[in-house]
């Protein structure tokens, strides 16, 4: 099993890391015959308007398009989430999502006088380090979106963070920066059911 780290832009290495922690094998992915070759890809923290158009420089967002349609597994980390959402407000007027996730996301949501912040979140009955920087929240979701963590006090309480929807995952935090690899072993373990049944398919 190999997982692809998108690496047009963003933070690939400590995803890279991460994963490499929690006992996957991990390669970064720039071409579309690397993402041919992966079971699961995890798409950066970083700038999704930069993300956005390299992936269209380097060919890769259809093809990415096309293997999201076909059941890959993918985990998008604040820019990644923005990828992976349906819908994006506060984007650029050119900027191009992969999709995937029926959610509505803003950008930069959290104001500009809380750039970045950690916090504990509840996540699948654990507690996690969130570290949020210019992140994303999830202002939607459709009806086949499981909301996995939210924002508790503040004044974004209650805000959706992290999401699933069958194969895919997203966050709006990083938890490749915090070494605290919850999120990055849950994303290991779709990855290989989804394997499993693909190969039980065949
Ligand atoms: N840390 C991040 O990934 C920030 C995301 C960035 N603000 C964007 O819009 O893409």
């Given at each position: 099993m190999v997982?692809?780290?998108?690496?047009?832009?963003?933070d690939v290495r400590e995803h890279l890391r991460a994963?490499?922690?929690?006992g996957a094998s991990a390669v970064p992915v720039r071409r579309p015959e690397e993402l041919e070759a992966v079971d699961g890809l995890v798409v950066p923290g970083g700038e999704s308007t930069t993300m956005s158009n390299l992936a269209k420089v380097f060919g890769l967002?259809?093809?990415?398009?096309?293997?999201?349609r076909s059941g890959l597994p993918v985990y998008g980390s604040c820019a990644g989430m923005i990828m992976l959402a349906g819908t994006v407000l506060d984007g650029r007027?050119?900027?191009?999502?992969?999709?995937?996730?029926?959610?509505?996301?803003?950008?930069?949501?959290?104001?500009?006088?809380?750039?970045?912040f950690e916090t504990d979140l509840d996540f699948q009955g654990g507690s996690v380090h969130a570290v949020f920087i210019?992140?994303?929240?999830?202002?939607?979701?459709?009806p086949d979106v499981e909301?996995?963590?939210?924002?508790t006090g503040?004044?974004?309480?209650?805000?959706?963070?992290?999401?699933?929807?069958?194969n895919l995952l997203a966050t709006s935090f990083h938890p490749e920066l915090t070494g605290d690899l919850r999120v990055?072993?849950?994303?290991?373990?779709?990855?290989?059911d989804a394997k499993t049944k693909e190969e039980a398919k065949r």
């Amino acid at each position: 099993m190999v997982i692809g780290v998108l690496a047009l832009q963003g933070d690939v290495r400590e995803h890279l890391r991460a994963l490499d922690e929690v006992g996957a094998s991990a390669v970064p992915v720039r071409r579309p015959e690397e993402l041919e070759a992966v079971d699961g890809l995890v798409v950066p923290g970083g700038e999704s308007t930069t993300m956005s158009n390299l992936a269209k420089v380097f060919g890769l967002l259809e093809p990415v398009r096309a293997r999201i349609r076909s059941g890959l597994p993918v985990y998008g980390s604040c820019a990644g989430m923005i990828m992976l959402a349906g819908t994006v407000l506060d984007g650029r007027a050119d900027q191009e999502s992969f999709g995937g996730i029926d959610m509505v996301v803003r950008r930069n949501a959290f104001g500009r006088q809380v750039d970045s912040f950690e916090t504990d979140l509840d996540f699948q009955g654990g507690s996690v380090h969130a570290v949020f920087i210019r992140a994303p929240w999830v202002e939607k979701v459709g009806p086949d979106v499981e909301v996995l963590a939210r924002v508790t006090g503040g004044a974004a309480d209650g805000r959706v963070v992290a999401v699933r929807q069958g194969n895919l995952l997203a966050t709006s935090f990083h938890p490749e920066l915090t070494g605290d690899l919850r999120v990055h072993d849950l994303f290991v373990r779709m990855v290989s059911d989804a394997k499993t049944k693909e190969e039980a398919k065949r």
